[in-house]
């Protein structure tokens, strides 16, 4: 499986950015695909994911500014971001999971959002 994310930039806070990763190649079995976000300094963590029936989960510090989608049809999902904070700075990888026996991640190649003050 390869993702490929897009979108990420530089934006003032307040403002709004999309992010989008297609997948491609052997796709059969994902189950879900979602974001995290990794700070300088930080962890990597779980943003918002969304499985294929679409069912949706967000990290609480996000929940009324984020929203994730999927286009089936495009093996796309997105991430819309808006009322972007300083605080939401990071890269952002896209995420798939594939569930079979056990769990298995792929990773995008992550997309940089920085939200100046």
């Known amino acids: 499986v390869q993702l490929q994310a897009s979108g990420g930039g530089l934006v003032q806070a307040g403002g709004f950015l999309r992010l989008s990763c297609a997948a491609s190649?052997?796709?059969?079995?994902?189950?879900?695909m979602g974001w995290y976000r990794q700070a300088p300094g930080k962890q990597r963590e779980l943003v918002a994911d969304?499985?294929?029936?679409?069912?949706?989960k967000y990290a609480d510090f996000v929940k009324g500014r984020f929203t994730i989608s999927r286009d089936n049809a495009k093996n796309t999902v997105y991430l819309q971001m808006n009322s972007l904070k300083p605080e939401d700075t990071a890269v952002y990888y896209c995420?798939?999971?594939?569930?079979?026996?056990?769990?298995?991640?792929?990773w995008g190649q992550g997309t940089l959002v920085t939200v100046s003050s």
């Open positions: 995420n798939a999971v594939r569930l079979i026996s056990y769990r298995m991640d792929y």
């Open positions: 969304i499985t294929i029936g679409g069912s949706t």
């Open positions: 190649g052997n796709i059969v079995s994902i189950n879900s």
